[in-house]
C-alpha cells in the first residue's frame, strides 16, 4: 500500500537538497577559488563567481603543468593514471577469469587447495603487502616502470571468488560434480 503524504515527500525533497547542497558547495567553491588571485580571498570575503582568470587556469593546467621544474602536465599524469587502470583493470579480468575456470572445470590434484590459498589471500590486508609488493619490485629493477605500478596489483582473490561462483551456477558446467568427459543419464 503507497501511502501518501504531501508533507512527507516535501520533506524527503527537502532532506535530498541540503544533501546535493552539502557535497555541491565545496566543489563550487573549488572550482570559483581556482580562477581568482589569491589577493581576493585576503579581505575574508569568499567570491562565489568565477574571476577575471576563467577557464584559462584549467587550460594552463592541463597543458603546461604545475611545476615549471619538473616538465610534468596534468595531461601526461591523467593518461598515465589511465593507462595504469586500464592495464590493471584488464590484467585482473583475465588473471581471475582463468584461475577461476581452472578450479572450476578441470580436475587437477590439490585444485581445492589452489583455490583456498587463493581465498586465504583475501584476509591479508594492504597495508600488510605494502613492504614486500615494493621489495620485489625494487629487486626485480621495475621501480619507475608501468609494468612495476600495474603487475602487482593485477592478481585478485575477491575476482577469481565471484568468478568461481559464477561458473559453479553454469547449468553441466562444473567438471568438479562428474567424471570428465562423460554424460550424466538422465
Known amino acids: 500500500m503507497v501511502e501518501r503524504r504531501p508533507w512527507l515527500t516535501v520533506f524527503s525533497h527537502l532532506v535530498l537538497i541540503l544533501g546535493v547542497a552539502s557535497v555541491a558547495l565545496p566543489v563550487w567553491l573549488a572550482l570559483t577559488a581556482a580562477t581568482h588571485d589569491s589577493s581576493a580571498f585576503v ?3 569568499t567570491p562565489l563567481w568565477f574571476g577575471d582568470k576563467g577557464l584559462s587556469v584549467f587550460t594552463e593546467v ?10 610534468i602536465t596534468v ?7 589511465f593507462l595504469m587502470a586500464m592495464g590493471i583493470s584488464i590484467g585482473k579480468l583475465v588473471i581471475s577469469i582463468l584461475s577461476a575456470y581452472a578450479v572450476v572445470y578441470f580436475r587437477f590434484p590439490g585444485r581445492m587447495l ?11 590486508p594492504v597495508e600488510v603487502r605494502i613492504m614486500p609488493t615494493f621489495q620485489v619490485i625494487a629487486d626485480l629493477n621495475m ?3 608501468m609494468s612495476g605500478l600495474t ?7 575477491t575476482a577469481t ?16 560434480s562428474r567424471p570428465h568427459g562423460r554424460c550424466r543419464s538422465v
Open 43 to 45: 579581505s575574508g570575503v
Open 62 to 71: 592541463l597543458t603546461e603543468g604545475t611545476s615549471r621544474e619538473l616538465n
Open 75 to 81: 595531461a601526461g599524469m591523467l593518461w598515465n593514471s
Open 114 to 124: 589452489a583455490f583456498w590459498i587463493i581465498f586465504m589471500t583475501l584476509m591479508l
Open 143 to 145: 621501480l619507475n616502470s
Open 151 to 157: 603487475i602487482p596489483l593485477i592478481a585478485s582473490a
Open 161 to 176: 571468488f565471484l568468478f568461481r561462483q559464477f561458473f559453479m551456477t553454469v547449468p553441466g558446467g562444473n567438471a568438479g
